[in-house]
């Protein structure tokens, strides 16, 4: 996998880490049966691959259908903003690791929480980055970021893009 393209997702995916930031941004919302965490509220998100690069953030925390979306922005290192689906805003870093090639992510949310995450893989087809981590809480936390990460968590003959945290997938769009 390349390093530009792994570090133009990384930002997202590291800020998977699974929380984003403390604006109303981070208002829980349903529109058509697919869910979002206010990603109307929040500034355009355009992968730009550059310092001010932004990748969409999604992840699942724990398994009681819990979610984060939000976003990664910066190029090599940056910030991370967004919310938990319950509506808890969160923000935080991130940063790739030159050489190693993966990311780190720390965040922190309004209710007390924190997580860290390790993005740890990448999708060859969508350039979607993969990754793992917990939450202060004890729970897991998987995450998924990229520019087309809504691509690479539709199924190949679904109507749209379905968060795999529970037993019952969540629409988000």
């Excluded at 919310?83 to 922190?108: F, H, K, Q």
């Excluded at 924190?114 to 990448?122: A, E, P, W």
Aim: charged share 15%; aromatic share 6%.
């Amino acid at each position: 996998m390349g390093s530009a393209m792994f570090r133009a997702l990384l930002p997202a995916a590291l800020f998977l880490l699974w929380v984003g930031s403390g604006h109303a941004a981070a208002q829980s919302l349903v529109e058509g049966g697919a869910h979002t965490a206010g990603q109307e509220k929040m500034p355009p998100c355009e992968n730009t691959m550059a310092g001010d690069n932004c990748a969409r953030v999604l992840a699942c925390i724990g398994g009681d259908g819990l979610w984060f979306d939000g976003q990664a922005r910066g190029w090599g290192k940056g910030i991370i903003l967004g919310a938990m689906s319950d509506g808890t805003p969160c923000t935080g870093s991130w940063r790739y690791r030159e050489g190693v090639n993966i990311a780190t992510a720390s965040l922190s949310c309004e209710d007390g929480t924190k997580g860290k995450v390790i993005y740890y893989s990448q999708d060859n087809v969508t350039g979607t980055g993969i990754g793992r981590g917990l939450d202060s809480r004890l729970r897991g936390l998987r995450v998924w970021s990229g520019h087309n990460v809504l691509e690479f968590l539709t199924p190949k003959d679904g109507p749209g893009a379905l968060l795999p945290c529970t037993g019952e997938p969540i629409p988000i769009s």
